[in-house]
């Protein structure tokens, strides 16, 4: 879907599917384990809670970028609110929770 939808991080699909293959199926969790996807990109973060510095500082420049639009296109102040209350949680889990290396 990320792929398809470009607005949309790959990587928060990656996990739902996990999550959704781990209620569904242990052989589905262990096909979606060994795939090439799950290695490169979930693999050390869903083991040890922690992501590179520069992949971090990616992320949230995106997660940024694509929720500013809400900020600039819509009216709704309550929507306003309500995204950068996201955003600051954002930034507090990126940055107090998960772990550099």
Avoid: H, Q, W
Wanted: glycine share 0%.
């Amino acid at each position: 879907m990320g792929i398809i939808l470009p607005l949309i991080p790959t990587t928060p699909l990656f996990l739902l599917t996990l999550i959704c293959f781990a209620k569904s199926s242990p052989k589905l969790e262990k096909r979606f384990i060994s795939s090439k996807f799950y290695k490169k990109y979930l693999e050390d973060f869903m083991k040890n809670k922690r992501l590179p510095l520069k992949r971090k500082i990616f992320l949230v420049c995106l997660a940024t970028t694509m929720m500013s639009f809400p900020l600039i296109i819509l009216d709704n102040i309550i929507i306003k609110i309500l995204v950068v209350m996201l955003l600051a949680y954002l930034y507090y889990y990126f940055f107090f929770k998960i772990k550099n290396y």
